[in-house]
Structure formats: C-alpha cells, structure tokens
C-alpha cells in the first residue's frame, strides 16, 4: 500500500507594520498673527503720514505766503500773517494778467477735454465692441502713441501746425491737446467698455435703437465713472501742460496759465513782488485741488470698476 505525503505549504506571516511617528506641529498662536498685522499696519500708515506731511506742508506753506506781505515771508517765513493781504492777489490778478492766462487756460483746457472725451469714448466703444479686419491693429496704434515722447514730434508738430494757420490760436492748440490726449484715454475706455453688460445692449437694439441712440443714450451713462476718472487725469495732464504751448503758442496775447506763471515769476523775481507770485502761483493750484477733491470717489470708482466686474 502507497501513501502519499502531502506538504502543507503556510505563506509567512507579514511583516508588522511599522510604527507612525507623530510629529507635533504646534499651531500658530493667534496673538503673533495679530502683533504681525498691527506691525504692518503701523508701517503702512506712518509712511502714509510722512507722504502726506511731505505733500501738504508745501501747499499750506504757500497758501498762507500769497496771504503774506514781502517782509514778512522773509523775515518770518514760517509764522502766520499779521493780517491777510488780499491785494496780492488782485495785483497778480490784474497787473501780471493772471486773469487773461486763467481765461485762455480754461477755454482750451475745457474744449480739449469734451473734445477728448467725446472722441476717445466714440473710439473706444467701437473698438470694445466690434471685432472687424484691423481692430487689434488700431488699438495697438493707441497704445503706441502713449509711448511715443512728444518732444521728438515737437518740430515736425510745429511746422504742420504752422501750413494749417493754425498757430498762436486757440482752437489749434484745442486740436493739438486731443491729439495729445487721445491715446491714453482710448487706451483706458477700452478696458472699460469691455466690463460693461452687453445684454442692456442687446435690448436696445431688440427695440429697434439705433447704435447711436444705445451708445449715447445707453452705453455712455453706464460708462460714467470712467469718464470722470480719464477726465481727471486728462484735466491734470492738459492743466500743467507747458511744453506744447511753449512751442505753438508765442503770442503773448494768448498765453495759457503755466506760460503766464512762467513770465510771472520772472517779472516778479525781479521787482521782488515775492507775494504777487505766491499768489499767481495759488491761483493756478486751486482749480487742479478743487477738481481732484469733488471728484474723487468717482476717480477711485472708475479705477476699481474693472477689477470689481
């Protein structure tokens, strides 16, 4: 009789796991969180407060020396005026012809920026909300023309200025300003037409309006911080402008406000009139400060409306 061995074959048994080692890792407290923001906190506002020291001191400082007679801004600079001269203001008002300058500045200032305005949105419209054969390329012109120094074109700009008739005048320098001004404003209103809804849009022409009617009555009201904001900018930039007016503007009859500024403080430098050109001075700030501090929760509406949408 044959008996067969049968070999019981068993696995070996796995290997026990090994063991998890825990690291602790201690939370971070939230009074170091707290003491690193008050940190930064403090740091941000003081070199909030020293820019601001260092901004406004100078603006009060002369504000207060146009109030002031010649011997007192320099035998006591620093001290409040013994009494307020206001004649130094009607003396640069009417004898230095600050008030022709102030004129000429406003009508070229005024027609400029509704001239720009008017002209920029109309373009940027089109270029936000048609695509047709060369839209990127007239774009990327605009955006060229902001990089472009103005004082390479100064000669050529004089001499096509000159063959229209159109130098030492008002409207010419109208018409150079918006040149001037377009591409940035082109440029900003782009952007911005873009984040507006395209389905009020689409309803008007539902409707039956025309483009015109829907930009004009439609699209540009709801555009309305940008405005303001580019209008701002395009105020402060065409407000100082000096060097275009200085090259197409030699009539002394037609001087805008920084050419009278100029021939004020030479004038004045040399009569020792220190407090009739304090005042001119002043009187050509005003108007820049009056027009940033109404405005500026639209400024900082428009330039945030993008980045919210």
Do not use: C
Not at 40 to 69: C, Y
Not at 206 to 223: C, E, K, Y
């Amino acid at each position: 009789m044959k008996t067969t061995k049968t070999t019981k074959t068993t696995d070996a048994p796995a290997p026990p796991p090994a063991p998890v080692v825990k690291t602790h890792v201690p939370p971070a407290r939230p009074g170091a969180r707290r003491t690193e923001g008050t940190v930064l906190n403090v740091f941000s506002h003081g070199v909030l407060v020293i820019w601001a020291v260092m901004v406004v001191l100078p603006l009060l400082w002369a504000v207060m020396t146009s109030f002031k007679d010649d011997s007192s801004i320099f035998g006591s600079p620093w001290a409040l005026p013994d009494k307020l001269h206001f004649e130094n203001w009607s003396r640069a008002w009417t004898q230095a012809n600050m008030g022709d300058y102030f004129l000429n500045t406003v009508l070229v200032v005024g027609g400029s920026l509704i001239g720009t305005l008017v002209l920029g949105s109309m373009a940027a419209y089109v270029l936000a909300r048609f695509d047709f054969p060369g839209n990127r390329f007239i774009y990327y012109l605009f955006v060229g023309g902001m990089s472009f120094p103005i004082m390479l074109a100064l000669v050529p700009l004089f001499y096509v200025v000159n063959s229209m008739g159109l130098l030492n005048t008002i409207h010419g320098l109208i018409l150079v300003y918006i040149a001037y001004s377009l591409p940035f404003t082109v440029f900003f209103l782009t952007a911005f037409f873009r984040t507006l809804p395209t389905s009020v849009a689409e309803a008007a022409f539902v409707d039956g309006a025309s483009h015109t009617r829907t930009f004009f009555q439609i699209m540009l009201p709801m555009a309305k911080p940008g405005l303001i904001s580019v209008g701002i900018f395009n105020f402060l930039g065409q407000w100082n402008q000096y060097m275009l007016p200085t090259v197409l503007n030699t009539d002394p009859d037609k001087r805008v406000l920084t050419q009278g500024l100029v021939q004020l403080a030479v004038s004045q430098g040399y009569k020792g009139d220190w407090s009739g050109l304090f005042a001119g001075l002043v009187m050509a700030m005003l108007p820049v400060l009056a027009a940033y501090i109404v405005f500026q929760r639209q400024v900082v509406a428009g330039l945030t409306a993008g980045a919210l949408k």
